[in-house]
């Protein structure tokens, strides 16, 4: 199987590759492309439109280095999404699963019931105080625990197969998981591909379970996309991830010195090297939730004080939020208490951008919706940031403004405390659960993480994880 080298152009995608593009794509006219995460507007020169629109018809890429090169540019931008070969490609017999498991006989059976017989099956015992038995699989005992990155590192270690899927004992992946996922490793740059991972409710109480079935951070949505800091999809866990071999080999395995976001690490090191990793949602596999509050808030401040020892390996990567200067101004002006100062900011953006396009009104017009879009998105992640990292500074930020007489300040906080909450409850309208208990949730969700983003900061005295995207 040949793969991409590391640090260099990536090879051509294979004959029969196909690719479509996203459906949040918009063309304003058929040489103008507006899409992609983060968003970008991309005009074609004529050949350009005709691949484009081949493409649409089902056409393959072909061999030609602009073909090539153009729908490598859309791939990456996520304008367009692969449509690989599904004739040529692995099958499930040349993957093998890796399973770490510690003390959970009870997951790892359902794991292994799951998994069925098609792929051969590692489970890494780390450490367990009964050693755990295994009908079926290889089993390697650690004499001590190392943690998930050391276990996973000693099962691809011992596999004998170009491709291993890692999946988390108590994940129980959906019949047909591996034959979905397969196909993208067609192309030679791809290093991983991940599955979509839904909330399984049993054992867990009503309203929680509710809750984690809609807003489980283990759940990164319906739609397909490239995987990269800064995009719809940042980043995908290892409770189902398959990965090549030599992308593994290349990156050194994952980091064992990180207890949490061994598996962000990983990826983000993958994307570093050159390799491509996938969000492929029509995969499907499931992880329980949380079986009480105490438990889910720990789960959920162990995931905030993962984010100073990755900001310490990959600097702005994780910053809480990446948006744009002008936008940050216009908000921040907003929120001081100078609306028409933080509008006047967003209309000008806005103008300075439709003017790109000179005469072309169609495309003014979709640049100006970008742009008022792209603020509103950027209030939303401010809020966001707001509510995981940033909201020691601003209740000190509000309380200095109130002291000099302007509630300005604390009124915009209260509203990025509450509304979003609101906002969520009703796109969601989840059952069984009332705006209230939805909102403050949410609030404890986005709290406790935070709770661990500041613990990781005092441990690693270093700020970077706090720091913005600007």
Same mark, same amino acid.
């Given at each position: 199987?040949?793969?991409?080298?590391?640090?260099?152009?990536?090879?051509?995608?294979?004959?029969?590759?196909?690719?479509?593009?996203?459906?949040?794509?918009?063309?304003?006219?058929?040489?103008?492309?507006?899409?992609?995460?983060?968003?970008?507007?991309?005009?074609?020169?004529?050949?350009?439109?005709?691949?484009?629109?081949?493409?649409?018809?089902?056409?393959?890429?072909?061999?030609?280095?602009?073909?090539?090169?153009?729908?490598?540019?859309?791939?990456?931008?996520?304008?367009?999404?692969?449509?690989?070969?599904?004739?040529?490609?692995?099958?499930?017999?040349?993957?093998?699963?890796?399973?770490?498991?510690?003390?959970?006989?009870?997951?790892?059976?359902?794991?292994?019931?799951?998994?069925?017989?098609?792929?051969?099956?590692?489970?890494?015992?780390?450490?367990?105080?009964?050693?755990?038995?295994?009908?079926?699989?290889?089993?390697?005992?650690?004499?001590?625990?190392?943690?998930?990155?050391?276990?996973?590192?000693?099962?691809?270690?011992?596999?004998?197969?170009?491709?291993?899927?890692?999946?988390?004992?108590?994940?129980?992946?959906?019949?047909?998981?591996?034959?979905?996922?397969?196909?993208?490793?067609?192309?030679?740059?791809?290093?991983?591909?991940?599955?979509?991972?839904?909330?399984?409710?049993?054992?867990?109480?009503?309203?929680?379970?509710?809750?984690?079935?809609?807003?489980?951070?283990?759940?990164?949505?319906?739609?397909?996309?490239?995987?990269?800091?800064?995009?719809?999809?940042?980043?995908?866990?290892?409770?189902?991830?398959?990965?090549?071999?030599?992308?593994?080999?290349?990156?050194?395995?994952?980091?064992?010195?990180?207890?949490?976001?061994?598996?962000?690490?990983?990826?983000?090191?993958?994307?570093?090297?050159?390799?491509?990793?996938?969000?492929?949602?029509?995969?499907?596999?499931?992880?329980?939730?949380?079986?009480?509050?105490?438990?889910?808030?720990?789960?959920?401040?162990?995931?905030?004080?993962?984010?100073?020892?990755?900001?310490?390996?990959?600097?702005?990567?994780?910053?809480?939020? /990446?948006?744009?200067?002008?936008?940050? %101004? #216009?908000? $921040?002006?907003?929120? &001081? =208490?100078?609306? +028409? !100062? *933080? @509008?006047?900011?967003?209309?000008?953006?806005?103008?300075?951008?439709?003017?790109?396009?000179?005469?072309?009104?169609?495309? /003014?017009?979709?640049?100006?919706?970008? %742009? #008022?879009? $792209?603020?509103?998105? &950027? =209030?939303?992640? +401010? !809020? *966001? @940031?707001?509510?995981?990292?940033?909201?020691?500074?601003?209740?000190?930020?509000?309380?200095?403004?109130?002291?000099?007489?302007?509630?300005?300040?604390?009124?915009?906080?209260?509203?990025?405390?509450?509304?979003?909450?609101?906002?969520?409850?009703?796109?969601?309208?989840?059952?069984?659960?009332?705006?209230?208990?939805?909102?403050?949730?949410?609030?404890?969700?986005?709290?406790?993480?935070?709770?661990?983003?500041?613990?990781?900061?005092?441990?690693?005295?270093?700020?970077?994880?706090?720091?913005?995207?600007?």
């Amino acid at each position: 199987m040949s793969t991409a080298p590391p640090g260099q152009p990536p090879p051509p995608l294979p004959a029969g590759f196909g690719l479509a593009l996203d459906p949040s794509v918009r063309r304003p006219r058929p040489e103008v492309l507006v899409g992609g995460s983060p968003i970008r507007v991309l005009r074609l020169r004529p050949a350009g439109v005709q691949q484009v629109e081949g493409w649409a018809r089902g056409e393959p890429i072909g061999p030609s280095p602009g073909a090539q090169a153009l729908a490598r540019r859309l791939l990456d931008a996520g304008i367009a999404q692969p449509r690989p070969n599904r004739t040529r490609h692995p099958s499930p017999g040349d993957v093998t699963v890796v399973i770490p498991v510690r003390d959970r006989a009870a997951g790892l059976e359902a794991t292994l019931s799951a998994l069925g017989a098609e792929s051969p099956v590692i489970v890494v015992d780390d450490g367990s105080t009964a050693p755990v038995q295994a009908d079926g699989a290889e089993v390697i005992r650690r004499p001590s625990p190392g943690g998930p990155a050391a276990a996973r590192n000693d099962g691809w270690r011992a596999a004998a197969t170009d491709l291993i899927a890692f999946v988390d004992a108590d994940c129980e992946p959906a019949q047909g998981w591996l034959a979905t996922l397969l196909p993208h490793f067609a192309d030679p740059a791809v290093a991983a591909v991940a599955p979509r991972i839904v909330s399984r409710a049993a054992g867990t109480p009503g309203w929680l379970a509710t809750y984690e079935q809609r807003r489980s951070s283990l759940d990164l949505g319906p739609r397909e996309a490239p995987v990269r800091p800064g995009t719809t999809v940042a980043y995908v866990p290892t409770a189902a991830l398959t990965v090549r071999r030599q992308a593994l080999l290349d990156a050194c395995g994952f980091d064992e010195t990180l207890r949490y976001g061994e598996d962000v690490d990983l990826v983000w090191r993958l994307g570093q090297r050159g390799w491509r990793v996938r969000y492929e949602p029509a995969a499907h596999a499931s992880h329980p939730a949380r079986t009480g509050l105490g438990p889910w808030l720990r789960q959920r401040h162990q995931y905030g004080r993962s984010a100073a020892p990755l900001a310490a390996r990959h600097s702005r990567a994780v910053a809480p939020v /990446a948006v744009s200067p002008w936008s940050a %101004a #216009a908000w $921040g002006l907003l929120g &001081a =208490g100078y609306p +028409l !100062a *933080g @509008a006047g900011i967003a209309a000008a953006t806005s103008v300075t951008l439709a003017r790109r396009a000179g005469s072309d009104r169609a495309t /003014a017009a979709a640049l100006a919706r970008l %742009a #008022a879009a $792209g603020h509103l998105r &950027a =209030g939303a992640a +401010l !809020a *966001g @940031a707001i509510r995981r990292a940033w909201l020691p500074p601003a209740l000190v930020a509000a309380g200095a403004f109130c002291r000099l007489g302007r509630r300005a300040p604390a009124v915009a906080l209260g509203a990025v405390l509450t509304l979003p909450s609101v906002v969520e409850w009703v796109r969601e309208r989840p059952p069984g659960l009332g705006p209230l208990r939805w909102s403050a949730l949410t609030l404890a969700d986005d709290l406790a993480y935070q709770s661990g983003v500041w613990a990781g900061v005092v441990e690693t005295h270093s700020a970077a994880a706090l720091l913005p995207n600007w």
